[in-house]
């Protein structure tokens, strides 16, 4: 019975080889003696030792996870006030796709709607407007996040910590958040890797003395290439894969608790 | 039962709650791509930023044949890119739909995972393979199909597969995920009764995956369309794309109206296509 699929598993071995063909050649270049990013000559770690002295490299790096936590915690923040607050004024349609339309908005609209406005108000392209950037679509994200979870929980739960004395911020912490701690945690995990990868508007909103990885990636690729950035792909691989599998078991415990 | 959410108390607490981030919301993401919008009437000042005469201009302007060959080419590129990935996507989602519960999971994630790696380095990546001194080349000519290389980057087809590349697991996601919900039982049903593997796919798994097939396209469509790294770094500044406009009109002519104004083209053709979108999927829901 299972010859009518034979076509369609040879297209699903081909797309499986089509994913991954691209990102093997990155790890195993990463392992080039060749100072030559694209060209294969013998197996060495060179490159490996000395991206960690690349000062461009490692202080973008340090640039990215700052504002990729900052952006995190803001989101987290301005995230779920927003979903609390639709959900206990019954928000309609309206006001839920107001708050989740900028992860749909395309990127290059937003990124230059923004770049405009930083540029009326006249403040100047930073790191600040970075993470300001970042925060409304990662915003966007922990909302359709959190929504999703906040309506299926009992509101009885919280009515009754508040009838039996409880002040508004312990039912919050010890009520509202906790049962809600597995969308935290997905919209956490979301915001961050977004916006560790996030191109498009960060290099329309940042400004020219403070690039992030991202930026220093760009301009690596388009002005000569160095062999590190195959070093720095596969590491980036390495830490997304973590991150995703890490993710995938919180998710699992949290959902279990 | 009492209706506590309706209650008005329940409403201002709600807007308390919520005003904060609305506000931050509104003024970093309404107002900003609704003034993009309306800047595309503005004029350039001289020195960069926008002046008044409010008018059409830069529509006229648009109309250049010159800008309306960059967006065609873009509509053609961005639907080469959806329905290449429809493509190779249907077939990989309808084989991982049929597999067992475990399978399905492994091979989702597998398809998930290079999507959550950096989009530059997945980028980069085809520089790597369609170089003239790249794996595929090497390969070709190790087995002596070819003498010389073949030019393949700097091509619309390697933007094609680039995109391709980048937003395939866009496509997959949203068919498997309206095929899995498809009773196996109905495609058996159809086999039973002697209805060949063609007609089955074609009157069963393919109606039943219409949502998920459109939601993917759109999913493929949009930001193929709005790109300008990839043309850029796979198509070597020879193919020009609807963002490389407005990236370039932003960035190096300085003229944010006329940027705008494309943004806005882009915006516009992305509202028609969800419209079109919905509107299908809402017909095809009725007829199934």
Same mark, same amino acid.
């Given at each position: 019975?299972?010859?009518?699929?034979?076509?369609?598993?040879?297209?699903?071995? @081909?797309?499986?080889?089509?994913?991954?063909?691209?990102?093997?050649?990155?790890?195993?270049?990463?392992?080039?003696?060749?100072?030559?990013?694209?060209?294969?000559?013998?197996?060495?770690?060179?490159?490996?030792?000395?991206?960690?002295?690349?000062?461009?490299?490692?202080?973008?790096?340090?640039?990215?996870?700052?504002?990729?936590?900052?952006?995190?915690?803001?989101?987290?923040?301005?995230?779920?006030?927003?979903?609390?607050?639709?959900?206990?004024?019954?928000?309609?349609?309206?006001?839920?796709?107001?708050?989740?339309?900028?992860?749909?908005?395309?990127?290059?609209?937003?990124?230059?709607?923004?770049?405009?406005?930083?540029?009326?108000?006249?403040?100047?392209?930073?790191?600040?407007?970075?993470?300001?950037?970042?925060?409304?679509?990662?915003?966007?994200?922990?909302?359709?996040?959190?929504?999703?979870?906040?309506?299926?929980?009992?509101?009885?739960?919280?009515?009754?910590?508040?009838?039996?004395?409880?002040?508004?911020?312990?039912?919050?912490?010890?009520?509202?958040?906790?049962?809600?701690?597995?969308?935290?945690?997905?919209?956490?995990?979301?915001? @961050?890797?977004?916006?560790?990868?996030?191109?498009?508007?960060?290099?329309?909103?940042?400004?020219?003395?403070?690039?992030?990885?991202?930026?220093?990636?760009?301009?690596?690729?388009? @002005?000569?290439?160095?062999?590190?950035?195959?070093?720095?792909?596969?590491?980036?691989?390495?830490?997304?894969?973590?991150?995703?599998?890490?993710?995938?078991?919180?998710?699992?415990?949290?959902?279990?608790? | 039962?009492?209706?506590?959410?309706?209650?008005? +108390?329940?409403?201002?607490?709600?807007?308390?709650?919520?005003?904060?981030?609305?506000?931050?919301?509104?003024?970093?993401?309404?107002?900003?791509?609704?003034?993009?919008?309306?800047?595309?009437?503005?004029?350039?000042?001289?020195?960069?930023?926008?002046?008044?005469?409010?008018?059409?201009?830069?529509?006229?302007?648009?109309?250049?044949?010159?800008?309306?060959?960059?967006?065609?080419?873009?509509?053609?590129?961005?639907?080469?890119?959806?329905?290449?990935?429809?493509?190779?996507?249907?077939?990989?989602?309808?084989?991982?739909?049929?597999?067992?519960?475990?399978?399905?999971? $492994?091979?989702?994630?597998?398809? $998930?995972?290079?999507?959550? +790696?950096?989009?530059?380095?997945? +980028?980069?990546?085809?520089?790597?393979?369609?170089?003239?001194?790249?794996?595929?080349?090497?390969? =070709?000519?190790? $087995?002596?199909?070819?003498?010389?290389?073949?030019?393949? =980057?700097?091509?619309?087809?390697?933007?094609?597969?680039?995109?391709?590349?980048?937003?395939?697991? =866009?496509?997959?996601?949203?068919?498997?995920?309206?095929?899995?919900?498809?009773?196996?039982?109905? +495609?058996?049903?159809?086999?039973?009764?002697?209805?060949?593997?063609?007609?089955?796919?074609?009157?069963?798994?393919?109606?039943?995956?219409?949502?998920?097939?459109?939601?993917?396209?759109?999913?493929?469509?949009?930001?193929?369309?709005?790109?300008?790294?990839?043309?850029?770094?796979?198509?070597?500044?020879?193919?020009?794309?609807?963002?490389?406009?407005?990236?370039?009109?932003?960035?190096?002519?300085?003229?944010?109206?006329?940027?705008?104004?494309?943004?806005?083209?882009?915006?516009?053709?992305?509202?028609?296509? $969800?419209?079109?979108?919905?509107?299908?999927?809402?017909?095809?829901?009725?007829?199934?």
């Amino acid at each position: 019975m299972h010859k009518r699929f034979n076509l369609s598993a040879v297209v699903a071995v @081909f797309v499986i080889i089509f994913l991954y063909l691209p990102i093997t050649a990155v790890v195993g270049l990463s392992f080039n003696q060749s100072s030559n990013s694209l060209i294969w000559k013998g197996f060495s770690l060179d490159w490996y030792k000395t991206i960690w002295s690349n000062e461009p490299i490692m202080s973008s790096f340090q640039r990215t996870i700052f504002v990729a936590v900052v952006t995190t915690v803001l989101s987290l923040i301005i995230g779920t006030t927003i979903s609390i607050g639709l959900n206990k004024m019954k928000a309609g349609g309206f006001l839920r796709t107001f708050s989740t339309a900028p992860a749909i908005v395309p990127d290059l609209v937003l990124a230059i709607g923004l770049l405009t406005t930083f540029s009326v108000i006249s403040m100047s392209l930073s790191l600040t407007t970075v993470i300001i950037s970042h925060t409304v679509f990662c915003t966007a994200f922990v909302v359709a996040v959190v929504l999703a979870r906040i309506g299926l929980i009992d509101p009885s739960i919280e009515e009754a910590s508040t009838d039996l004395g409880a002040s508004a911020m312990k039912t919050l912490f010890k009520i509202t958040i906790p049962q809600l701690m597995p969308s935290l945690i997905a919209g956490a995990v979301l915001s @961050f890797t977004l916006s560790m990868d996030e191109f498009v508007i960060a290099f329309f909103t940042n400004g020219p003395e403070t690039p992030t990885l991202p930026m220093v990636i760009y301009s690596m690729i388009r @002005f000569g290439v160095t062999p590190e950035i195959n070093v720095l792909g596969t590491l980036l691989l390495v830490i997304s894969f973590v991150g995703v599998i890490l993710a995938q078991r919180i998710g699992k415990v949290a959902d279990s608790i | 039962m009492v209706k506590s959410g309706g209650s008005k +108390t329940s409403r201002h607490l709600g807007w308390a709650w919520a005003s904060p981030g609305l506000i931050f919301l509104t003024l970093f993401a309404a107002i900003p791509v609704l003034s993009m919008l309306f800047m595309s009437v503005l004029t350039a000042g001289r020195f960069g930023g926008v002046t008044t005469p409010i008018n059409f201009d830069n529509f006229s302007r648009a109309t250049d044949p010159i800008f309306v060959k960059v967006i065609i080419n873009s509509l053609l590129i961005a639907s080469a890119t959806a329905i290449l990935s429809l493509l190779i996507g249907f077939p990989t989602a309808l084989f991982i739909s049929r597999l067992s519960r475990k399978w399905q999971v $492994i091979l989702i994630v597998a398809i $998930i995972l290079p999507y959550w +790696t950096n989009f530059l380095v997945r +980028t980069y990546a085809w520089l790597v393979l369609l170089n003239n001194e790249g794996i595929i080349n090497k390969f =070709l000519r190790n $087995i002596g199909l070819i003498d010389k290389p073949i030019e393949m =980057l700097y091509t619309p087809a390697a933007v094609i597969v680039g995109m391709t590349y980048l937003y395939l697991p =866009l496509m997959i996601l949203p068919i498997y995920a309206a095929l899995e919900k498809v009773d196996k039982n109905l +495609t058996e049903a159809a086999f039973d009764l002697g209805s060949s593997a063609w007609k089955s796919l074609r009157t069963i798994s393919i109606p039943l995956a219409m949502p998920g097939i459109l939601i993917g396209f759109i999913f493929v469509f949009v930001p193929s369309l709005g790109n300008f790294v990839v043309p850029e770094l796979l198509g070597g500044g020879k193919t020009v794309m609807i963002g490389n406009l407005v990236r370039d009109q932003f960035l190096k002519a300085r003229d944010w109206p006329f940027g705008a104004t494309f943004a806005l083209i882009l915006a516009l053709i992305l509202v028609v296509l $969800i419209s079109i979108q919905s509107y299908v999927s809402k017909r095809v829901n009725v007829n199934a």
